[in-house]
């Protein structure tokens, strides 16, 4: 089983910045792939950027442009980087692998909120 907890989040205007981390207590970033998934009040969880094994990444429209997937093997660490937010960008984000069943234990932390308002 694995650990994962995120950090990060906080309020920001819009067009602003954020940048998220995710620490793991585990070696699962060379196992699995890895994304950073978000939840919004009344919809459902939405993978939003993704990272293989192997370093390749891809976003999902509404989010590619601004947001850049990144990690750190050696500190077991995966990061979000979210430029020129908007107020839809305002969820609860998670970290977990793709697909999220893959993870031991197939669970989700607390995630982070990141919430996009003036």
């Known amino acids: 089983q694995v650990q994962l907890v995120e950090s990060g989040g906080g309020l920001v205007q819009p067009g602003g910045s954020l940048r998220l981390s995710c620490v793991a207590s585990?070696?699962?970033?060379?196992?699995?792939?890895m994304g950073w998934y978000r939840q919004a009040p009344g919809k459902q969880r939405e993978l939003v950027a993704a990272?293989?094994?192997?370093?390749?990444?891809t976003y999902v429209d509404s989010v590619k442009g601004r947001f850049t997937i990144s990690r750190d093997n050696a500190k077991n660490t995966m990061y979000l980087q979210m430029d020129n937010l908007k107020p839809e960008d305002t969820a609860v984000y998670y970290c977990n692998a793709v697909p999220w069943t893959a993870r031991p234990g197939g669970s989700w932390g607390q995630g982070t909120q990141v919430t996009v308002s003036s």
């Open positions: 585990g070696s699962i970033f060379s196992h699995n792939h």
């Open positions: 990272m293989t094994t192997g370093g390749a990444t």
